[in-house]
């Protein structure tokens, strides 16, 4: 059984700095690429950055590039989203998943950017 488990959330100050970690179980993890989503307070979810399955190639949506890098340590089956300089609007509820679309996602972790 695949299992997701997100950590890390928080409240945080503007321009601070969260890292979420993703624990992944059940599935080979070091061949699948990894995705994070978010979903914010009355919004649908949205996709926030993938990477490949040997962590050789990133992407990020255009609201978190040059602030969050995602990572990975296959040795760990960890998935990783390392996220500077936070905004209000980066607010959401974090959800690391299979893929881009949220698919097999676990019960996320929350992050709130707020003075």
């Known amino acids: 059984e695949v299992h997701l488990v997100e950590s890390g959330g928080g409240l945080v100050q503007p321009g601070g700095s969260l890292r979420l970690s993703c624990a992944a179980s059940?599935?080979?993890?070091?061949?699948?690429?990894m995705s994070w989503v978010r979903q914010a307070p009355g919004k649908g979810l949205e996709w926030v950055s993938d990477i490949n399955s040997g962590g050789s190639a990133t992407s990020y949506a255009h609201s978190v590039k040059g602030r969050f890098t995602i990572s990975r340590d296959n040795a760990k089956n960890t998935l990783y989203l390392q996220m500077n300089s936070l905004e209000s609007e980066d607010t959401a509820v974090y959800y690391c998943?299979?893929?881009?679309?949220?698919?097999?996602r676990g019960q996320g972790t929350q992050v709130t950017v707020s003075s």
């Open positions: 998943a299979r893929d881009s679309a949220g698919s097999g």
């Open positions: 059940g599935f080979a993890f070091s061949t699948y690429a």
